[in-house]
């Protein structure tokens, strides 16, 4: 089956790169179609994309927040890269990575979260 | 920026039927997903392709779609349907996803 994890720091610094890895089972980032997502939750506010890598390499990203983002995969280690520079208080959230199995962008596999806080 | 407008809040009394609505441009040409995300939980995808359930996922869960606006039917709602559902899709303007601002399903 299915299974993904999120991992990182739980408290960054403001000014500071986030780094988080998503270490995935069950699937393939070689294979076609195939896509890994990254989603926040900041407290008491809604979803939010942040970016999207696809098999081939493909990556899609928020608008808003694109200058500060980069998305990366290791194939050979089943992993998914999320940087983010320039953390500030407003990045404090739940970051989520997902499986998308289309072009679709449906997110169908999550992982459970991580907690992200940035405070001096 | 596309935006998917959600109304912040829907109240039901167990046994009866709730609906949640998403709206914007263009929704009725496009795939809507719909999550449901419980307190303390990552979100769960409970309708995907406008009106398809992935396997394990309710048949009280149904999804549809009328113009511009996709809808979340929940029927014979129980305390545990209590959550946070999110509408979902891919737009296309600015190739990217798109979630609207949630709905918070109270069970009365």
């Known amino acids: 089956q299915i299974t993904l994890k999120e991992s990182g720091p739980t408290l960054v610094k403001p000014t500071q790169t986030l780094t988080l890895t998503c270490t995935f089972s069950?699937?393939?980032?070689?294979?076609?179609?195939?896509?890994v997502g990254w989603i926040r939750r900041p407290p008491g506010k809604a979803l939010e994309f942040l970016a999207l890598?696809?098999?081939?390499?493909?990556?899609r990203y928020s608008p808003s927040l694109r200058s500060r983002l980069t998305i990366t995969k290791d194939t050979s280690k089943n992993q998914a890269v999320l940087r983010m520079t320039n953390m500030g208080p407003v990045d404090t959230a739940t970051y989520y990575c997902?499986?998308?199995?289309?072009?679709?962008?449906?997110?169908?596999?999550w992982g459970p979260g991580t907690m992200v806080a940035v405070s001096s | 920026s596309y935006v998917l407008s959600q109304p912040p809040s829907v109240s039901v009394a167990p046994g009866k039927t709730a609906t949640i609505t998403c709206g914007g441009n263009?929704?009725?040409?496009?795939?809507v997903h719909w999550y449901q995300q419980q307190p303390g939980q990552a979100p769960v995808l409970v309708i995907y392709?406008?009106?398809d359930r992935p396997s394990g996922i309710a048949e009280r869960f149904s999804g549809s779609k009328s113009g511009n606006t996709a809808t979340l039917t929940i029927s014979r709602v129980a305390a545990g349907d209590e959550a946070d559902y999110y509408c979902?899709?891919?737009?296309?303007?600015?190739?990217?996803?798109?979630f609207g601002g949630g709905t918070k399903l109270t069970v009365l």
């Open positions: 997902a499986h998308s199995p289309t072009s679709y962008g449906e997110f169908d596999f």
């Open positions: 069950g699937f393939s980032l070689s294979t076609s179609g195939v896509g």
């Open positions: 890598i696809y098999w081939d390499d493909d990556k």
């Open positions: 263009n929704v009725g040409s496009r795939s």
């Open positions: 392709y406008n009106n």
């Open positions: 979902q899709l891919w737009d296309t303007s600015e190739d990217r996803v798109v």
